[in-house]
């Protein structure tokens, strides 16, 4: 039988082969009950977890936070340069019903200090196409503009990459 190691190795060819650890290993897991504050020990086991890396939390600030609610918002502009900021939360579905049909399209989401905003289109997609998710981002309404053959007008943005400034 060929165990995962070495059917890595095999893979890899000449390359260095990847360590692999694995943790086999179960413990007690316990409770909290955030009303009492009490931890006590139950019946049940958790695996074992593993972290490579801790980001730094700044767990203070949590304490202070506000809630931002997570139901998307469309975010309809009217006036020419109307803008926004927030971090890229990434793309999303949405549906809309047009000439009595259903349909599902893909819009871009961010986050904002008051929620969580979206646009959506074909070309809404390619301005957002570079952007990593998490990613500090400014959109800007350019208003509307026709289509290729005339017949319609779409919504059109220009979406900027920020840099912030500590």
């Known amino acids: 039988m060929t165990t995962l190691e070495e059917k890595l190795k095999a893979e890899m060819g000449k390359q260095k082969p990847i360590e692999i650890k694995e943790e086999k290993g179960l413990k007690p897991m316990e409770q909290f009950d955030p009303s009492t504050g009490e931890v006590i020990s139950t019946d049940l086991e958790v695996s074992i977890v593993q972290v490579d890396g ?38 999303i579905e949405f549906h809309k019903n047009r000439n009595g049909e259903k349909l599902t399209l893909t819009g871009h989401a961010w986050v904002t200090k008051t929620g969580l905003y979206f646009v959506g289109g074909a070309t809404t997609s390619d301005r957002f196409k570079p952007v990593p998710k998490g990613a500090p981002i400014k959109i800007e309404y350019l208003g509307k503009v026709p289509t290729k053959d005339g017949a319609n007008e779409y919504k059109d943005y220009k979406v900027s990459l920020l840099k912030i400034k500590k």
């Open 54 to 91: 801790m980001q730094d939390y700044d767990f203070e600030a949590l304490e202070e936070a506000e809630e931002i609610s997570l139901d998307p918002v469309y975010w309809s502009c009217s006036n020419k340069g109307e803008s926004s900021v927030g971090y890229y939360y990434g793309p």
